[in-house]
């Protein structure tokens, strides 16, 4: 919700600014603009990952070692098909997911 909301985007450019993530000099309104953060699960959880604890990083990478959700023979789960129905950023995502099907 950070690219919607005011609020939550002032919260998250602090954390990001503090992690070193993003610069001082970027303000909350550029940070909104940018949109939404998530270079995948194969992203570096420590230094990249937007949510180390992610329940999907944990299924895909930790749990089945693969390299993406849509290399799974469960793919399209249950629980990945409600996920994308929570806003349009994580539609767009899954429908990314299945074209690499």
Known sequence: MADEDKS?????????KKEGWRPETLTVQEFMQQG???LGCRSDRE???????????????????LDSCHKCPEFLCERLEAWGKESDGYTKALQRLQSLR
């Open 8 to 16: 939550i985007a002032e919260g998250i450019l602090k954390w990001f």
């Open 36 to 38: 939404k953060l998530c």
């Open 47 to 65: 230094d990249i990952h937007w949510s180390g604890n992610c329940w999907i990083l944990a299924c895909c990478i930790d749990d089945k070692k």
